[in-house]
């Protein structure tokens, strides 16, 4: 096939096989799993969601700490061929609707109907913007406008880009070749 890239995840939780529909919904491309071709972004997701899950845990009087782990994946890109694939070169209106879209979302069930979803992540300023946008929006196509202004408050030459696992078909593609604690 193609040539082959690895594709990092981070995350608190320590699995053996990928299971799509254990992702969490109401994220950029909807519910399934993430990852990144840059280790430290997915090594700082991991470190972030440790820090949360550790003080949801303190507000519970929960004191066992978290363990965050890095998982390398091998991926080849001739797989795209054979999967309904969606890239978004840049972070633009159209980009933004679909992370709109996938962070709206009142249920789990998919958003759409591709197997894989390539493009920038949203970051901390993304749900900063879309936060205050979407509320003035809410029983309304989102204008022109409004994206516009959503884009304007991100930096989007800065997003790294993210490979969305959407179908558990997909993910079966992924090969673990590593897997280690973050410390």
Request: charged content about 30%.
């Amino acid at each position: 096939m193609g040539n082959k890239i690895t594709l990092y995840h981070g995350t608190i939780y320590e699995f053996d096989k990928i299971d799509v529909t254990k992702g969490k919904g109401h994220k950029d491309f909807g519910r399934g799993f993430y990852t990144s071709r840059d280790i430290h972004h997915a090594e700082r997701l991991a470190s972030r969601n440790r820090s949360i899950e550790e003080e949801r845990r303190a507000l519970r009087g929960v004191k066992k700490s978290v363990t965050s782990w890095l998982y390398a994946f091998e991926f080849d890109l001739g797989n795209l061929a054979i999967l309904n694939v969606k890239e978004f070169a840049a972070a633009d209106m159209e980009w933004m609707r679909f992370v709109v879209q996938g962070r709206e979302s009142r249920n789990n069930a998919p958003q759409h109907e591709y197997d894989i979803v390539i493009g920038p992540t949203a970051n901390d300023n993304t749900r900063a913007a879309i936060q205050t946008v979407i509320p003035l929006a809410r029983g309304q196509v989102l204008t022109d406008k409004a994206i516009e202004a959503l884009i304007a408050l991100i930096e989007p030459g800065n997003l790294p880009r993210q490979f969305f696992f959407g179908t558990q078909r997909a993910a079966d593609l992924l090969r673990l070749r590593a897997r280690r604690m973050i410390r």
